[in-house]
C-alpha cells in the first residue's frame, strides 16, 4: 500500500510519507503530530486515538477559519 501524501499546505512537486502516529511505550500512549511533537501519555490507545481525533477536528476548524480570514481581507 503507497502511504505517499501531499499536504494541503506544501509544494505539489514534493512526497512525504505517512509515519506511525501512535507510539506505546513505557511511560504510556502517546501520538504524534507534525514536527514530530509527542501528544500524551494516555493510559489506553483508544484514549489516544480519541484525543488524536479530536486535535484533528480542531486543525481542520482552524484552517477553515483562517481560509475565511483570508478571503474577508481580500
Known sequence: MNRAIHRKT???NKTYAKTQRIIINDRGVFYKVRGGKLNGPFETEADARNDLKVF???VE???Q???EDLRIFS
Do not use: A, Y
Open 65 to 67: 477559519l483562517d481560509t
Open 10 to 12: 506544501d509544494s505539489l
Open 61 to 63: 476548524i482552524e484552517e
Open 56 to 58: 484533528m477536528q480542531v
